[in-house]
């Protein structure tokens, strides 16, 4: 193939995602199988079948943005959650919790933590602010139906209460659904909301460089009023999490201090 470093700056100018940002051989290596499929022999050959083929530009969007997503993905860490940081936070702030699903592909995490919350919240009370860089994963998640391997570890109760059986697939209830604000928003290149009580960005930084996990960790921290919960995936960890201002509380659970 010929100049990566050329068509990562086209990719940015189309797309506004930096791909210098993603570990470099993992991410070449998911492109390149792409070009392969469309017959590009070059990079540039391919960059043009994403300027004039709006299929082959979402097609490639989905797939820069890794959605592997379930729901109570690592019951155990949900349940912590449940028993431990939501009552601590409803002290702190009461009913009115400002929470992140940040990377929230497909839904499966915003409405987890709506779940989650409603053993503690009415409904009518639960906001939670779902963020993604890909459109389509959030038209996905609005749609909000889901397969039954997808649902696999959500409490029976929950399920019983919030899902309904179409088909093969499973879909979410309208009342889950409108406790839930889905918009664009880029990690690496967008503003950070602020005085949030809890952000949740699980598995996704793992693509990310160092620096770029830094960066984001770094502005998750401003994003969290003092005592905020950083929830992460159970393979990640924050390497320097007192530097940027955080006290470790489990292996995946940070307090801002």
Not at 86 to 91: A, H, R
């Amino acid at each position: 193939m010929d100049n990566y470093e050329g068509f990562k700056q086209e990719v940015h100018n189309l797309t506004k995602i930096d791909l210098s940002s993603y570990k470099e051989k993992q991410m070449r290596r998911r492109i390149d199988s792409l070009v392969t499929k469309h017959k590009c022999k070059e990079y540039h050959e391919y960059v043009m079948l994403l300027k004039n083929d709006k299929e082959v530009f979402d097609e490639f969007v989905n797939f820069l943005t890794i959605n592997v997503s379930e729901f109570y993905r690592n019951p155990e860490q949900w349940d912590l959650m449940s028993k431990e940081f939501i009552p601590e936070l409803m002290k702190k702030s009461g009913q009115n919790l400002k929470i992140w699903s940040a990377a929230c592909s497909t839904g499966d995490e915003p409405y987890s933590l709506v779940m989650c919350l409603s053993q503690h919240i009415p409904l009518n009370k639960i906001k939670i602010f779902a963020t993604d860089l890909d459109k389509q994963v959030i038209a996905t998640a609005k749609v909000g139906l889901y397969s039954a391997k997808s649902i696999a570890n959500v409490p029976a109760d929950l399920k019983k209460k919030f899902f309904t059986q179409v088909g093969n697939s499973y879909q979410i209830s309208d009342e889950v659904k409108r406790c839930v604000e889905f918009k664009e928003h880029n990690l690496l290149r967008d503003p950070y909301p602020s005085n949030y009580d809890m952000i949740v960005c699980r598995n996704v930084l793992i693509y990310f460089t160092d620096e770029a996990k830094t960066e984001v960790y770094d502005k998750f921290c401003k994003s969290l009023r003092t005592g905020g919960i950083l929830f992460i995936g159970s393979t990640e960890q924050v390497i320097d999490y007192k530097e940027l201002g955080y006290k470790r509380r489990y292996s995946f659970y940070y307090e801002k201090v």
